[in-house]
Every structure is written in C-alpha cells, then in structure tokens.
C-alpha cells in the first residue's frame, strides 16, 4: 500500500502547477483523500479533504478558489490543481487517505493527522515572487 507524491517544483507568483498523487493497493474512490502542507519553519496544516461518499470537497480559506482537488478513480490517482500561487503557497505538500467517512466538513476542512492511515512522501512546491 502506497500514496506517491509528485508534480511540485519551483513557479513564479500568479503561476499553475498540478499535484498528483497516484495510489497503489488500494482505490482512492473509496478512501477520503486529504492534502497537507508545511511551509518552512511552520506545523503542517491541512487544507482540502474530499468525501468518497458524495464527492464533496472541503477547502481552507487559503486556498479556496485557487485550488482545486480531483479524483481519477481508473487512474486511482487524486489530483490537486493549483492556480494564482502566491509565495506564501510555498510549503512541501502531502497527500492522505484515510478509510473513515465523513470526516471532510467546513470547520475544521480536514481530520486529524493521525485519522489518516496512508500518506505520500511530499513534493516540495516553491513560489517565487
């Protein structure tokens, strides 16, 4: 079982980049996916979770409107689309999956840490202003 992380790298402010987070020995469709960052010299925080039950996705303030989460059940691959990145967005990024339900909501957007069973190794995003 495992979450691979990948698609970070380094972009100007105002810039796009996609995240992936391709999963191998189980289906992402039936896991609640989250995503995590820690910026430097900061906790890790989380900011999106999506529901495998009824496809909500929940997002923090900070990036809601910026950044989008999406699951491809064939490719059992959850995806984050980041657009408008500002400097602060600089962090390495994680990915989750955790087998409980219902544990995406608008306060808080994700779960405890410790809720989430299987985590991506992160992948470095760096904003340039």
């Known amino acids: 079982v495992q979450l691979q992380a990948s698609g970070g790298g380094f972009v100007q402010s105002g810039g796009s980049l996609t995240l992936s987070c391709a999963a191998s020995?189980?289906?992402?469709?039936?896991?609640?996916i989250g995503w995590f960052r820690r910026a430097p010299g900061k906790e890790r925080e989380g900011f999106s979770c999506?529901?495998?039950?009824?496809?909500?996705?929940f997002y923090a303030e900070s990036v809601k409107g910026r950044f989008t989460m999406t699951r491809d059940i064939y490719g059992n691959t959850a995806t984050l689309q980041m657009i408008n990145l500002k400097p602060e967005d600089s962090a390495i990024y994680y990915c989750?999956?955790?087998?409980?339900?219902?544990?995406?909501?608008?306060?808080?957007?994700?779960?405890?840490?410790?809720?989430?069973?299987?985590w991506g190794q992160g992948t470095l995003v760096t904003v340039s202003s």
């Open positions: 989750a999956a955790t087998g409980l339900y219902n544990i995406c909501g608008d306060n808080p957007v994700v779960a405890a840490e410790d809720d989430y069973d299987y």
């Open positions: 999506s529901n495998p039950t009824n496809g909500r996705t």
């Open positions: 020995g189980f289906s992402v469709g039936r896991f609640s």
